[in-house]
């Protein structure tokens, strides 16, 4: 089978087992305590101008669900996009603690200003959740990324309304080396007041790397991560993959070539004039006739992302190891069927 499921489909960049295998006769403190995770801490900390806080994490569901957790008190609720990964690839995971998500449909999956300040004023007192936190990914669900003014534009508005900005970062590496992107990781931290670095998407075996710059918010979010089970006891493998990610700029190179690869496909689309839906970054979004995708099923995997009867959409993800013989492959079966 040839894989465009997702971009997390293999066990670690080369680079990463090898620092790990490194490492074979160590011996180390658990739950992130350990020398490879503060260096690691260092090394991100390198990219951002003002002090930080940084814990290492297990997984995109447990960050999104602790962090939210821990921020909100049991009457205030999270603003996202209906496509956020919180609302449609969670399993209810923020319910489960008793928060209820405001969704918002979109037209591309990203907030805006009005569209959060629109859902902000339709709770108006005690009979009601409050809105307290806005939830947006980098990139989002469907492919697309956030501009520095629009960030900015979102932190403000969240700041004047005394609620919080947190930014899932699974995907931030490919939004970070994106054509179009104009962020840096220091304007995440600077216009947000918690996001994370995702490593399990961008060639770890597994992690991320939480960030927050308020005291108030790292105040026991250890308790909030044992509780949840994001504590890993073996800390330090999470700890030497963010070490490895963040040396000699592998983060990038590896957000950088998902992207590569993406851009290829979509010169191949069009040169062979298959309709899509063109995103910034290593999600596309292709609608085909059902038969088409039923002998495509064969050979490739993808996520069904949308079933429109006689067609459905589906979403084609790209990552370091694609190949450009995958893609044309692809686009061949495409054509010949």
């Known amino acids: ?22 490492c074979m006769d160590e011996t180390h403190l658990g739950y992130g305590m350990d020398e490879h995770s503060k260096k690691a801490r260092e090394r991100i900390q390198e990219l951002i101008s003002i002090p930080v806080f940084i814990h290492f994490m297990v997984g995109g569901t447990s960050t999104n669900k602790i962090v939210i957790s821990h921020i909100l008190k049991p009457y205030e609720a999270v603003i996202s996009a209906q496509t956020g990964h919180i609302e449609v690839h969670e ?68 700041q004047s309304l005394e609620m919080y900005l947190f930014i899932d970062g699974a995907r931030l590496g490919v939004s970070l080396t994106a054509e179009q992107n104009g962020l ?13 670095i995702g490593g399990t998407k961008n060639g770890a ?12 918010i790292d105040n026991y ?9 994001g504590l890993l006891a073996k800390g ?16 990038f190179e590896i957000g950088a070539k998902a992207n590569q690869m993406a851009n290829y496909l979509k010169e ?21 006739p059902n038969q088409v995708i039923e002998k495509l099923n064969q050979k490739y995997t993808f996520e069904t992302w949308e079933d ?8 084609l993800v790209t990552n370091y190891r694609t190949q450009k013989s995958d893609i044309d492959q692809l686009i061949l079966d495409i054509k010949n069927k």
Do not use: W
């Open 1 to 22: 089978m040839i894989h465009f499921r997702n971009d997390y489909n293999d066990i670690a960049h080369p680079k990463i087992i090898k620092h790990m295998q490194q």
């Open 91 to 158: 399993t209810g995971a923020i319910e489960s603690t008793g928060h209820k998500i405001i969704t918002i449909p979109t037209d591309d999956g990203k907030l805006t200003v009005e569209l959060i300040k629109k859902a902000y004023t339709r709770y108006t007192d005690e009979h009601m959740v409050k809105p307290k936190l806005v939830y947006l990914s980098q990139a989002t669900e469907t492919g697309y990324i956030y501009q520095k003014d629009e960030l900015k534009d979102i932190y403000n508005l969240c």
């Open 184 to 196: 840096t990781i220091d304007d995440h931290a600077k216009y947000s007041d918690v996001f994370y």
């Open 205 to 216: 075996m597994l992690g991320e790397a939480l960030i927050t710059k308020h005291p108030s």
């Open 221 to 229: 979010l250890r308790y909030s991560m044992k509780q949840g089970g």
């Open 236 to 251: 330090f493998l999470i700890g030497m993959q963010f070490e490895a990610l963040f040396e000699d700029q592998l983060f």
């Open 268 to 288: 191949k689309l069009k040169v062979h004039q298959i309709i899509f839906n063109e995103t910034p970054t290593n999600q596309q979004f292709i609608k085909l």
């Open 308 to 315: 429109h009867g006689s067609s459905k959409t589906i979403r």
